[in-house]
């Protein structure tokens, strides 16, 4: 079991939490007697996960990931004000018998993997094994054997943190994605504040985690966002949103690889006018540098494992030999690349940007996910370089950006393309 006392006391409830609290629920709250109150901190604090109903539910659902649903019942959540978690005790179905805990972050109502049973232990207690021995296998390699994914090129229309949640556990060998910008755009303006917006963020990444192979690569493309002034008496605002994001990844389960700068001809137009001040009067403190690099952020899912070990693991040994990278390469973190434009989508990557961390990230027939597809430049560079993708995407008109642009890059293979939410695009023509 977890040892609670190493926890820190985690941050101020984010803003947004209020507006997972329903009305009803307070009223409960206070018509609770003094002794049943646990709530009142939750109702305070802004709690996402104020109720046992609702820890259970989480706890429901992530047994479900792992096919334990029916096998498992709960013993009575409680909730750590604390550490601000809930402790859900698992039982043996039909028993008393206590086999383990699931974690969730009252905060956030994210499952802490760190502190919540593994699975595969729940299911040792379940077959009344020794837990010990099947994790010293795992230790051993024996049953972590990396297998190939049998996941085909998919494409998802919703949102990702749902879709995610339907996605098998470590089908996914490489995550590449560039996230919306929060306000940036009238467009992007989904997001109560920029507290929910991380929260958003938090819980996809988290989802990702599941679905992407251990010591496998997560990649992120991001730079901080201008919030334009409102008025000529106020001042305009960057928000450094890379590096809030680094904190969601360590604290999400990866560790820290680069940061890898993608850096735009400087002059190309496309520069914000931020220095236009400065040049003219040439006042201190009036200097702002503008903007020719974005970050690309690399993590990887934590293991205790080497890379290496995830080379000589690879099921296929000739598909590691065939994805050797040859002749030039990028020797430094600045790769330099010209911006992309699309005539329908503000915020879209080039594909040369794409296909160099799929090069180096991945190997041949490996499985690419973008959760944040847009038109779906991850995807044609996967194509390009033999592997395979899952795109999710959740405006229908980038999804149908993709789905009527994809006979031209991917031919007639887009006949065995999964479509899951959207209109297969017909290939009756290609074929021919
Ligand atoms: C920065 S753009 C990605 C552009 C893409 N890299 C390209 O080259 O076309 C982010 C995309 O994420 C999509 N998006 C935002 N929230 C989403 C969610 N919850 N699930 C799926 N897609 C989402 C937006 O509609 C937008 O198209």
Known sequence: MAKTTKRKPRRQAPAHASSMIHEDQINYIAATPRKQRVSTVAASRKYAVAFVSGAKSIAKGWLKTFNLENAVGFGLPEIDDRYHIWRVPLVKSGTKERIGEVVIDAYTSLVSVNETTAPEVIEARLLGRNPAEKLTQRANGNSTQSLISFIRNTIIFGDSEQALLDMPSQSVDLVFTSPPYYNARPEYEDYLSYESYLLKMRRIIHNCHRVLGEGRFFVMNISPVLIRRASRNEASKRIAVPFDMHKIFIEEGFDFIDDIHW???????????????????????????????????????????????????????RAVKESKITGEYDTTNLWRIHPAFHSEHPAVFPIELAKRVIKYYSFKNDVVLDPFAGTGTVGRAAASLDRRFVLIENEPKYIKIICTEMPDWLGAATKDVLFIGCQAPDTASILL
Not at 273 to 286: E, H, K, V, Y
Not at 300 to 308: E, P, Q
């Open 263 to 317: 850096v735009k001809p400087e002059g190309a137009g496309w520069a914000t006018g931020r220095g236009r001040r400065f040049a003219a009067d040439r006042q201190p403190l009036q200097y702002k540098a503008v903007p020719v690099t974005e970050y690309v952020l690399v993590y990887r899912k934590h293991t205790d494992k080497l890379i290496d070990w995830n080379i000589r693991n690879h099921p296929d040994q």
